[in-house]
């Protein structure tokens, strides 16, 4: 049995008012459209729903029974309408992000502490997984939006550029007169050991990539997990290694990293903040992506 979601309205309000006329004005229509609603509804359910006196309508039996389901069914519409507007007022929510350990550390931390003070009743949910990783994560529908190591190219993303970053080289303390010395150039840099991530990250393939576009092939003594691991084994001396200069300020600044200069800095790249191409975003969503730059 296929029912019009609008008759039950006009039978919720003729029960609530007793009265045709009065449900009419209601719902801003005609009451002949009441009367000829009930007909319908009544024809569909195969019997009566009220009885019609002089001083308005009651209800029948069957129509007591219904009246206790629609009021619930109206109550839970309720209930979820006050969801939705909260959610919109940013009361409640949840925002689910994808970000690798080392964007999510240097870059989303900060803006993660202002979106909890600023909205305490969204929950934030955080998963850490590399650039690729997050990508396909996104398209799964899995987050809401990933922040990324830039270039991306997906025809189902939409990508914002957002902030700058400048790779540097360095070493530890026992690396100084490199430090101090002439610019490395790309082909003297593989005469040292070098530190280098894991096959697999967006930075590991920026990185050879671009070695590659200058004829070089980097051949690295150490492939590490993450960038807090290869900013470790460069301060222990266990070689030289690519790290973003913004993430290892605090390093430089004690001694225990020194910066090594080359003839040719890598190019810049940016973070870029990335959602899926066509999917709108909830109002949570919308608040928090406005306080990334």
């Known amino acids: 049995m296929e029912v019009n979601l609008e008759w039950y309205r006009v039978f919720y309000w003729i029960a609530k008012t007793g009265s045709l006329s009065k449900a009419a004005e209601q719902l801003h229509i005609t009451q002949p459209a009441v009367s000829h609603t009930v007909k319908q509804l009544e024809s ?20 007591t029974v219904l009246l206790q389901y629609i009021e619930q069914a109206f109550l839970s519409v309720q209930i979820g ?13 949840e925002i689910a992000i994808g970000a690798s350990d080392t964007l999510c550390k240097h870059f989303l ?28 994560l996104l398209k799964e529908g899995h987050i809401d939006f990933g922040i990324v190591s830039l270039p991306v190219t997906d025809k189902q993303i939409n990508i914002r550029e957002s902030t700058s970053l400048q790779d540097c080289f360095v070493g530890g303390r026992g690396y100084q007169s490199l430090a101090d010395g002439p610019p490395l150039s790309l082909e003297q840099i593989n005469r040292y050991p070098l ?17 590659s576009s200058q004829g070089i092939t980097f051949t690295p003594e150490f492939e ?3 960038v807090d691991l290869l900013v470790q084994f460069a301060r222990s001396g266990f070689g030289l290694a690519f790290v973003i200069r913004n993430y290892v300020q605090e390093e430089l600044g004690r001694g225990d990293l020194v910066e090594i200069p080359l003839t040719q800095p890598l190019p810049g790249r940016h973070i870029g903040i990335a959602t899926l191409r066509g999917v709108p975003l909830s109002s949570a969503t919308k608040s928090f992506l406005s306080l990334l730059p």
């Open 44 to 63: 569909a359910l195969g019997g009566p729903l009220f009885f019609r006196t002089p001083r308005g309508v009651t209800l029948t039996a069957e129509g």
């Open 81 to 93: 309408e006050k969801a939705i507007a909260e959610m919109n007022n940013l009361n409640t929510g």
């Open 195 to 211: 530190l280098l991530l894991e096959k697999g990250s967006r930075t590991r393939r920026y990185l050879d990539d671009y070695a």
């Open 109 to 136: 931390l900060p803006y993660l502490e202002q979106f909890h003070e600023l909205h305490p009743g969204v929950r934030v949910r955080v998963t850490n997984r590399t650039t690729p990783e997050t990508i396909n």
């Open 224 to 226: 590490l997990g993450s």
